[in-house]
């Protein structure tokens, strides 16, 4: 129940967009136990040491504060420790190598060569995981670049992504190579994300972050197809951090823009702003004409509900904003 659109969106991300604060802690604290069970499993001999500055790093949505409710996924890049071995550039990726001598890791190599298969790390993580009597009741399974871990007791599931963190070159940076879903390496740097991230939500005055939320949950809605996280997060970032762009200090302000940033954008190729994967707009064609037409139609709901709400008609705007947002959203009252 709201009287006013901006009580109205206050409501509604405290309900149903942002995570809950107190899941949020609970799963904070099961990550680092997670964590610290995998510290664990270099003592038998035969697992793959830790990297001795840390030991995993935090990535995706959740790490960014950009995840909306409900908590189903959190991310972890365990950092392993290379023990000298090396890395050859090949189409798409790398291939790492192992130096001789080297007997930790070398069972997850290719048949009869030095060369790391990266199948072969994960399905080792899977291994260890189904073996800690902590989660001995979980559901551990592969999917392509991590190990999935499903405690009974949580709704979230672990995404566990297996990782080198490689020497610093010339200018002292670095970056980690993870597993690419048929054996190789491919590279990436979830650290220049968050920074990023961080970096533009303070830049504006509109919590972006909470733009990027509203966003993820529009797209999320059974009303078109959906647009991926990282995507859509990327493009918003993009809109934030442009020369001049000032941004006010309500959602509802804000929204209008944003669909409108939707319907040019769409049907465009994304480079990811890391130089890592390319374009990330993998919607095809009719997907992109779906997204664009829905993105249209908001945009000229939204501009109606400012008109509503600048003229006093309170009711008429937070009906118009229930259009667009769907029976969560709250309704007027008196």
Request: overall charge neutral.
């Given at each position: 129940m709201a009287t006013t659109a901006k009580g109205a969106f206050d409501t509604f991300m405290k309900d149903f967009v942002r995570l809950d604060a107190d899941r949020t802690e609970v799963a904070k604290k099961s990550k680092n136990n997670l964590v610290k069970e995998i510290e664990k499993f270099p003592e038998d001999g035969k697992f793959f040491l830790m990297y001795p500055a840390f030991s995993s790093i935090d990535y995706g949505s959740f790490s960014r504060k950009t995840k909306i409710r409900e908590l189903d996924d959190i991310d972890?890049?365990?950092?392993?420790?290379?023990?000298s071995n090396w890395r050859e550039t090949i189409t798409g990726g790398y291939r790492i190598r192992l130096p001789e001598g080297e007997t930790r890791q070398r069972d997850q190599c290719n048949p009869g060569t030095n060369v790391l298969n990266s199948i072969k790390v994960v399905n080792r993580f899977k291994e260890y995981l189904s073996n800690?009597?902590?989660?001995d009741s979980a559901v551990v399974?592969?999917?392509?670049?991590?190990?999935?871990?499903?405690?009974?007791?949580y709704e979230w599931v672990f995404d566990?992504?297996?990782?080198?963190?490689?020497?610093?070159?010339?200018?002292?940076?670095?970056?980690?190579?993870?597993?690419d879903g048929?054996?190789?390496?491919?590279?990436?740097d979830p650290r220049i994300d968050k920074?990023?991230?961080?970096?533009?939500?303070?830049?504006?005055?509109?919590?972006?972050?909470?733009?990027?939320?509203?966003?993820?949950?529009?797209?999320?809605?059974?009303?078109?197809?959906?647009?991926?996280?990282?995507?859509?997060?990327?493009?918003?970032?993009?809109?934030?951090?442009?020369?001049?762009?000032?941004?006010?200090?309500?959602?509802?302000?804000?929204?209008?823009?944003?669909?409108?940033?939707?319907?040019?954008?769409?049907?465009?190729?994304?480079?990811d702003p890391k130089?890592?994967?390319?374009?990330?707009?993998?919607?095809?064609?009719?997907?992109?004409?779906?997204?664009?037409?829905?993105?249209?139609?908001?945009?000229?709901?939204?501009?109606?509900?400012?008109?509503?709400?600048?003229?006093?008609?309170?009711r008429e705007s937070i009906a118009k904003w229930g259009e667009?947002?769907?029976?969560?959203?709250?309704s007027f009252t008196v």
């Open positions: 972890i890049m365990i950092v392993m420790h290379a023990q800690v009597p902590l989660y399974k592969r999917n392509q670049e991590a190990a999935t871990l499903k405690l009974k007791s566990i992504v297996p990782c080198f963190i490689t020497i610093p070159d010339a200018g002292g940076d670095t970056f980690f190579l993870i597993p048929t054996g190789n390496w491919k590279p990436t920074d990023r991230t961080t970096s533009i939500n303070g830049k504006q005055k509109i919590s972006v972050l909470d733009m990027i939320r509203i966003m993820k949950y529009w797209t999320n809605r059974a009303t078109m197809p959906t647009m991926e996280s990282y995507f859509l997060e990327n493009l918003i970032l993009e809109y934030y951090d442009a020369p001049g762009r000032t941004s006010t200090d309500f959602i509802d302000e804000e929204l209008g823009d944003l669909f409108a940033l939707v319907y040019h954008k769409v049907q465009q190729p994304f480079y130089g890592y994967q390319g374009d990330i707009n993998h919607l095809t064609p009719d997907e992109r004409n779906l997204v664009q037409e829905r993105a249209r139609l908001d945009y000229h709901r939204a501009r109606e509900a400012r008109d509503h709400e600048g003229k006093g008609r309170k667009i947002f769907g029976p969560d959203f709250p």
